[in-house]
């Protein structure tokens, strides 16, 4: 049974950083790309970034310079560091293996 448990998730002020791990069980954690997805209230669920078995990323516009995705492969966990975060980033966050997989997510608050 495939399982992923996103954390990290909490009230923030704006400006300031937050990291999201999302922890992957039931698969063979190197062999599959991953990704966070974001999805506000009353919108479509959206690609954050996303990073291949090989390590390559790639990232929204919206958060290009500000978040980073990496993934610990021994852990079999990826996660999503956000800095300057800003009262647009809250949402609810998305852990998602292999293009397939979702985890519950983790809701994300950035106060102004």
């Known amino acids: 049974q495939v399982q992923l448990v996103e954390s990290g998730g909490g009230l923030v002020q704006a400006g300031g950083p937050l990291r999201l791990s999302c922890a992957v069980s039931?698969?063979?954690?190197?062999?599959?790309?991953m990704a966070w997805y974001r999805q506000a209230p009353g919108k479509q669920r959206e690609l954050v970034a996303r990073i291949s078995i090989g390590g390559t990323t790639n990232y929204a516009d919206s958060v290009k310079g500000r978040c980073t995705i990496s993934r610990d492969n021994a852990k079999r966990t990826v996660y999503l560091q956000m800095n300057s975060l800003k009262p647009e980033d809250t949402s609810e966050y998305y852990c998602?293996?292999?293009?397939?997989?979702w985890g519950n997510g983790t809701l994300v608050t950035v106060s102004p």
């Open positions: 039931g698969i063979i954690f190197r062999f599959y790309s």
């Open positions: 998602k293996a292999a293009d397939l997989y």
